[in-house]
């Protein structure tokens, strides 16, 4: 079994910075690759980025490159989202979720998924 719980989400201004946090729990994170979603109001959940297991391989949204950055520290259990230059439209809840793939996760396809956090961008 895996537990996700995402953190540092909250209100920022258009341009600012906001780094989210997922920590997991579970012998299975390891071995796992780890992705960042987001679902807007009216939306589907929408794929921003997956990085794999262990040799760091990552997949962007074309929606979120130049502008977000994930990484993972397999030592403390946990994946980072860095989002730069947010905008209003990124005003979502922010999802993060453990696959068997990068490309596995960016069609969705995890068992595991944490509970969200909210970002809100103001004009």
């Known amino acids: 079994q895996v537990q996700l719980v995402e953190s540092g989400g909250g209100l920022v201004q258009a341009g600012g910075s906001l780094r989210l946090s997922c920590a997991a729990s579970?012998?299975?994170?390891?071995?796992?690759?780890m992705g960042w979603f987001r679902q807007a109001p009216g939306m589907e959940r929408e794929f921003l980025a997956a990085i794999a297991r262990s040799d760091g391989f990552t997949k962007y949204a074309d929606s979120v490159k130049g502008r977000f950055t994930i990484s993972r520290d397999n030592a403390k259990n946990t994946v980072y989202l860095q989002m730069n230059g947010l905008k209003p439209e990124d005003t979502a809840i922010y999802y993060c979720a453990a696959g068997e793939t990068t490309s596995g996760l960016r069609r969705l396809e995890s068992d595991y998924w944490g509970q969200g956090t909210q970002v809100t961008v103001s004009s």
């Open positions: 579970g012998r299975t994170f390891s071995g796992s690759a």
